[in-house]
């Protein structure tokens, strides 16, 4: 049986007007994406071709294109969590609240907020300022209010990038982790072929503009494998080290 189509991009069109000095420009002409249940996809493709703005088409953010986002087969509306590039935490909120905030307020969304802070690593710092935290841990944070909602699709703009390798790498565990408790389907952009690699359960490379899937992979590896030879080769085929 076929999985389950979790999105359906069709994008007849997104352009953005011309501005001051730059042109008039179609990101997107007849583009589609279909996207399974409980996939991880990983959008792979140089500086800006569109994968953002991909994304906020998928969020809802963006509205001014022509085309359709559909999910799921019986049209109920997921439960959207989208971690940015920059995490966005409210200055003048704690971390706590920064996590609370996505809930109904109250005790029991603290308590659960404070469980979350715990799984991500961080709730010593829930009183803390996020001015007061390193990007890695506001990373962590984003992800804590990503997860706590429990969502069906999650989409993420390269949320590990600027970070030192060993950063990154931690919270990639951490994401799987994360993963395995609150399976969701996941869109996630990045320049990293190696990160691709490593978490995706389908790569989809994007080149061109208007922007075209250049390749579409799946990546149908263990763990173990996505280390050893297996995982070096595709990381070769994708051009990266
Ligand atoms: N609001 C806007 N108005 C005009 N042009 C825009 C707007 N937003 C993005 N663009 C342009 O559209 C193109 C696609 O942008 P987008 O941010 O989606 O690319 P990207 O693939 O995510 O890039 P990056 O990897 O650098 O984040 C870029 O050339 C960008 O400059």
């Not at 935290?133 to 069906?152: C, K, M, N, Y």
Request: net charge negative; with cysteine; charged share 30%.
């Amino acid at each position: 049986m076929a999985a389950m189509s979790a999105l359906r991009l069709d994008i007849a069109e997104k352009r953005y007007p011309a501005q001051a000095g730059a042109p008039a420009r179609e990101i997107f002409h007849e583009f589609r994406l279909d996207v399974d249940d409980g996939a991880f996809v990983v959008l792979l493709g140089a500086s800006g071709l569109g994968k953002t703005t991909l994304l906020n088409i998928v969020a809802g953010l963006d509205r001014d294109f022509r085309g359709a986002v559909r999910f799921d087969e019986d049209g109920k509306a997921p439960r959207i969590a989208y971690a940015f590039q920059n995490p966005r935490l409210l200055p003048w909120r704690t971390v706590l609240e920064n996590v609370a905030l996505v809930l109904p307020a109250g005790e029991e969304g603290r308590r659960r907020a404070l469980d979350m802070l715990g799984e991500v690593g961080l709730a010593e710092l829930a009183d803390a300022y996020p001015e007061r935290l390193s990007l890695g841990q506001q990373r962590r944070v984003a992800l804590a209010r990503a997860f706590i909602i429990e969502p069906d699709l999650l989409l993420m703009d390269e949320p590990f990038v600027s970070l030192d390798e060993a950063g990154a790498a931690r919270l990639r565990a951490l994401l799987r982790r994360l993963l395995e408790r609150c399976p969701a389907t996941v869109l996630f952009v990045t320049h990293d072929s190696a990160e691709a690699v490593e978490l995706a359960s389908r790569i989809v490379v994007l080149e061109g503009a208007p922007a075209r899937l250049a390749r579409d992979l799946p990546v149908a590896l263990t763990a173990e494998e996505r280390e050893g030879e297996a995982g070096h080769e595709l990381r070769r085929a994708l051009g990266g080290k």
